[in-house]
């Protein structure tokens, strides 16, 4: 997180189910679809991280199928996923997308050498 110039004091992951996750896109953020990966900056401005990260792992594995990766590699990329949008950046449009996966990988790379 220091290269994105965001230190880290804590960061917490949850691995979940669908349903359990689905319920905090409920509660928190009024979605009602399944998701993979839910992150909650709790830090105050200009302070190191403190965040949670909340990963369905059924989501994961059914992605890591869909997609033809290990449940290994698509449970990093979520959890790189993650930490990169407590960095700044964004997925929801198509260049954000982009920029977010090339980031992804380049971070995915960089963990499995």
């Known amino acids: 997180m220091t290269q994105e110039g965001r230190k880290l004091e804590t960061l917490s ?11 905090i896109n409920l509660d928190f953020l009024k979605h009602h679809y399944y998701t993979d990966i839910i992150s909650f900056d709790l830090s105050g401005p200009a302070n190191p991280l403190q965040g949670e990260i909340y990963i369905s792992v059924d989501r994961v594995s059914d992605n890591a199928r869909t997609l033809k990766q290990t449940f290994k590699s698509e449970l990093h ?14 997925d929801k449009k198509p260049g954000e997308k982009k920029k977010m996966r090339a980031m992804e990988d380049f971070y995915l790379q960089k963990y499995f050498k």
Request: net charge negative.
């Open 77 to 90: 990329r979520v959890i790189f996923h993650g930490v990169l949008h407590f960095c700044g950046y964004g």
């Open 13 to 23: 992951v949850v691995f979940c189910s669908d349903e359990y996750l689905l319920n």
